[in-house]
């Protein structure tokens, strides 16, 4: 089993900058890579970002590329997500999942893929 838990949401204004923290325990030599979601108001589930565990690649969704980058450390078993130039439509809560599952050269961005998420951290932005 693997554990995920997520921290450093919060209120920001339009324009501000976050971090977001995903801390693993458990079997985290099982994980493939790691991926941030979110699910604004009213709206699916929608893929963020991910990262090759071991090989450290990553990959960002086009609505968040040039603003937000994914990085990790293994050193502590902790992925981040941080967050610049947010907008108001960045407003969600912020899941981490992680995936056993090799996805070769590519990354998933499906949820079914994933088998092991974290509770979600809210986010805020203020316009």
């Known amino acids: 089993q693997v554990q995920l838990v997520e921290s450093g949401g919060g209120l920001v204004e339009t324009g501000g900058s976050l971090k977001l923290s995903c801390a693993t325990s458990g079997r985290t030599f099982t994980i493939y890579s790691l991926a941030w979601f979110r699910r604004a108001p009213g709206k699916e589930l929608e893929f963020v970002a991910a990262?090759?565990?071991?090989?450290?690649?990553?990959y960002c969704a086009d609505s968040v590329k040039g603003r937000f980058s994914i990085s990790g450390d293994n050193s502590d078993n902790t992925v981040y997500l941080q967050m610049n130039s947010l907008k108001p439509e960045d407003t969600a809560v912020y899941h981490c999942?992680?995936?056993?599952?090799?996805?070769?050269?590519?990354?998933?961005?499906?949820?079914?893929?994933?088998?092991?998420w974290g509770r979600g951290t809210q986010v805020t932005v203020s316009s």
């Open positions: 990262i090759g565990w071991k090989a450290n690649r990553t």
């Open positions: 999942a992680a995936t056993t599952l090799s996805s070769g050269s590519r990354f998933f961005v499906e949820r079914s893929r994933y088998g092991y």
